[in-house]
């Protein structure tokens, strides 16, 4: 028989599910996706660290745990909550169990609640702070939840010291050198850069404008992360994004980095009441009025009338283009979701080239 494990929400709410994944309590703000699949590629998001994540979708697990879907070396979810987990995975990749492979990384899991009742308290309320455990609930428990902060994402999993990537078998000839200030970037993004015939320079987003500079750069990629990117820690980035934009450099922002270049252009940040988290938000081409399909996961968003992109469900920013450089909230590489918008790269590519 399952263990037992609850779940706390920050106003006393409480869920009883059973455990998966490592046993123990954890602590985080709960978001929810409503992709079908894709939990691999979730799960291993750096831009997902410290936050628990809950899926709409009921069953997962299905295809069990593949290691080339990976968007990173380790998982950074805080916690996992789902309706059903699969134990008995069917795929011809498949390597394993998602329970088994939550327990090799330390990650503690949740299922069997009603994540229907929980999604629509997030939605009615916005995001809830909560705690998972594997005893009976107490006020502690609560307070724990309630008393939760988020602090220092993006120097959590940022990585990178100007070196330059491995390119893999099969990629073309190298024409272009692009530095990546990696604010917690999904390897789906060096792909799509690679395949263009970009060489790759990963640096660590403490890099100043002189490291970055040093090797000539044609274009400077900033990538996704996570947390609040008005967030004071995030004040030195801005400056160096700042003054890279006097470079004249092409600067392409995803996610996180769409934002961060958004600030040092002036612009502001707010935070969202729960989100875009999923494989299908659509987004208006303004310039062409075409809608593209996105995979996103964010909680913030860029406050600006001049939009390049907006989302179609509540006319949010979704992407600005500065002449050079532009940036986009949504994830253009389509790990895992819809590549409808990998073209993006393309036109990175050609700013390059101007």
Same mark, same amino acid.
């Given at each position: 028989m399952a263990e037992k494990a609850? /779940?706390?929400?920050?106003?006393?709410?409480?869920?009883?599910?059973?455990?998966?994944?490592? +046993?123990?309590?954890?602590?985080?703000?709960?978001?929810?996706?409503? =992709?079908?699949?894709?939990?691999?590629?979730?799960?291993?998001?750096?831009?997902?660290?410290?936050? &628990?994540? /809950?899926?709409?979708?009921?069953?997962?697990?299905n295809y069990g745990v593949i290691? *080339?879907?990976?968007?990173?070396?380790?998982?950074?979810?805080?916690?996992?909550?789902?309706?059903?987990?699969?134990?008995?995975? =069917?795929?011809? +990749?498949?390597?394993?169990?998602?329970?088994?492979?939550?327990?090799?990384?330390?990650?503690?899991?949740?299922?069997?609640?009603?994540?229907?009742?929980?999604?629509?308290?997030?939605?009615?309320?916005? &995001?809830?702070?909560?705690?998972?455990?594997?005893?009976?609930?107490?006020?502690?428990?609560?307070?724990?939840?309630?008393?939760?902060?988020?602090?220092?994402?993006?120097?959590?999993? =940022?990585?990178?010291?100007?070196?330059?990537?491995?390119?893999?078998?099969?990629?073309? *000839?190298?024409?272009?050198?692009? *530095?990546?200030?990696?604010?917690?970037?999904?390897?789906?993004?060096?792909?799509?850069?690679?395949?263009?015939?970009?060489?790759?320079?990963?640096?660590?987003?403490?890099?100043?404008?002189?490291?970055?500079?040093?090797?000539?750069?044609?274009?400077? @990629?900033?990538?996704?992360?996570?947390?609040?990117?008005?967030?004071?820690?995030? +004040?030195?980035?801005?400056?160096?994004?700042?003054?890279? &934009?006097?470079?004249?450099?092409?600067?392409?922002?995803?996610?996180?980095?769409?934002?961060?270049? *958004?600030?040092?252009?002036?612009?502001?940040?707010?935070?969202?009441?729960?989100?875009?988290?999923? =494989?299908?938000?659509?987004?208006?081409?303004?310039?062409?009025?075409?809608?593209? @399909?996105?995979?996103?996961?964010?909680?913030?968003?860029?406050?600006?009338?001049?939009?390049?992109? &907006?989302? @179609?469900?509540?006319?949010?920013?979704?992407?600005?283009?500065?002449?050079?450089?532009?940036?986009?909230?949504?994830?253009?590489?389509?790990?895992?979701?819809?590549?409808?918008?990998?073209?993006?790269?393309?036109?990175? @590519?050609? +700013?390059?080239?101007?």
């Open positions: 609850f /779940l706390v929400l920050e106003d006393g709410t409480i869920f009883e599910g059973k455990a998966f994944g490592k +046993r123990g309590e954890t602590v985080g703000d709960i978001v929810f996706t409503t =992709s079908m699949g894709g939990y691999l590629e979730t799960l291993t998001d750096p831009g997902l660290y410290g936050q &628990i994540m /809950l899926h709409t979708f009921p069953l997962i697990g290691s *080339a879907d990976f968007q990173s070396s380790k998982v950074w979810a805080a916690g996992y909550i789902v309706k059903h987990v699969c134990q008995d995975p =069917s795929n011809f +990749r498949c390597e394993g169990t998602l329970d088994t492979f939550l327990k090799e990384q330390g990650v503690v899991g949740l299922y069997g609640i009603d994540t229907r009742k929980l999604t629509k308290i997030i939605r009615d309320n916005g &995001i809830m702070k909560g705690k998972i455990t594997m005893t009976e609930p107490t006020k502690s428990d609560q307070a724990d939840a309630k008393s939760h902060t988020l602090l220092n994402a993006v120097a959590a999993v =940022s990585k990178g010291n100007g070196g330059k990537l491995p390119m893999p078998e099969g990629t073309p *000839a190298p024409k272009y050198k692009v *530095a990546l200030i990696n604010y917690g970037a999904k390897n789906g993004i060096i792909d799509c850069l690679q395949q263009r015939g970009c060489d790759v320079y990963e640096f660590a987003w403490t890099a100043t404008k002189e490291e970055i500079m040093a090797i000539n750069p044609d274009g400077i @990629v900033l990538s996704n992360g996570p947390g609040d990117p008005a967030e004071t820690t995030n +004040r030195n980035a801005i400056q160096v994004i700042k003054e890279l &934009i006097e470079t004249n450099v092409p600067m392409f922002g995803i996610c996180l980095g769409h934002s961060l270049l *958004a600030l040092a252009h002036g612009y502001k940040t707010a935070s969202m009441k729960f989100g875009h988290r999923g =494989s299908n938000q659509p987004v208006k081409d303004v310039k062409s009025g075409r809608v593209y @399909v996105t995979p996103q996961a964010h909680g913030h968003v860029v406050v600006a009338k001049d939009s390049w992109f &907006i989302n @179609v469900n509540d006319g949010t920013c979704e992407g600005l283009d500065y002449g050079k450089s532009f940036g986009v909230q949504f994830h253009p590489q389509g790990k895992g979701g819809a590549k409808d918008t990998e073209f993006l790269f393309d036109v990175f @590519v050609e +700013r390059m080239t101007v």
